[in-house]
């Protein structure tokens, strides 16, 4: 292992890793989601500056508290978001592009769809993001389960973010209405877009009632 001279300005996803104790992938997928910034080589390396690391660093210890609460304002009730997803790399992904989007949101994850239903049922989250493809009870399973269980009291906003293209989802039976899609690799500005718009008018609702 090369060892990281304090003067070095760039640094390669495998040196960021180290540095962060965490996988390379775990890396490239903060690149990918433009949590970490980074250039390509001529080589088609990736480079990334080691300010940007140390930004990345000290949002996360800003930013992340305890019991999953990624941002808190005072006292106020947070907007829940369950993640469920059985890669952790993708857990860590999601949570660090909160981070970077200063949600101020609680955010609780499953890593299968039966686990999935029992946080939903403990927590009543505003958003459920879930993959489709799981271990054990999928994607596919729980949000069958949710369309025909589910009383919303309130109304909730269903995720689904999958590496299956709309005609696989489509030969295994499709996804209940209303439920919206994003193709892996995630667009997450697109993403981000959605969660908003959705909290933004989810709170004009309820000030509404009061």
Do not use: C
Not at 23 to 32: D, F, H, I, P, Y
Not at 93 to 101: H, K, N, Q, S
Not at 132 to 146: Q, S
Request: charged share 25%.
């Amino acid at each position: 292992m090369r060892k990281i001279s304090a003067n070095d300005d760039v640094m390669t996803t495998r040196e960021v890793g180290e540095t962060l104790g965490v996988a390379v992938r775990t890396v490239q997928l903060w690149v990918e989601a433009g949590v970490l910034p980074a250039w390509r080589t001529a080589g088609g390396h990736r480079r990334i500056a080691r300010s940007a690391v140390d930004k990345l660093v000290s949002e996360r210890k800003q930013n992340l508290a305890p019991a999953g609460v990624v941002a808190s304002q005072e006292n106020a009730p947070l907007p829940k978001i369950l993640l469920v997803e059985d890669d952790a790399n993708m857990r860590r992904l999601f949570r660090d592009v909160l981070v970077a989007w200063k949600f101020q949101v609680e955010l609780t994850t499953a890593d299968n769809g039966f686990e999935g239903l029992l946080r939903i049922g403990e927590i009543e989250p505003d958003i459920v993001i879930t993959d489709l493809l799981m271990p054990g009870m999928d994607g596919f399973a729980m949000l069958r389960a949710l369309s025909t269980q589910e009383n919303q009291r309130v109304e909730r906003l269903l995720v689904v973010v999958s590496s299956l293209d709309p005609d696989e989802i489509a030969q295994r039976g499709g996804l209940p209405s209303g439920v919206a899609y994003f193709q892996k690799p995630v667009h997450y500005g697109k993403l981000e877009i959605l969660l908003r718009e959705f909290l933004a008018t989810k709170s004009e609702q309820l000030a509404e009632l009061h």
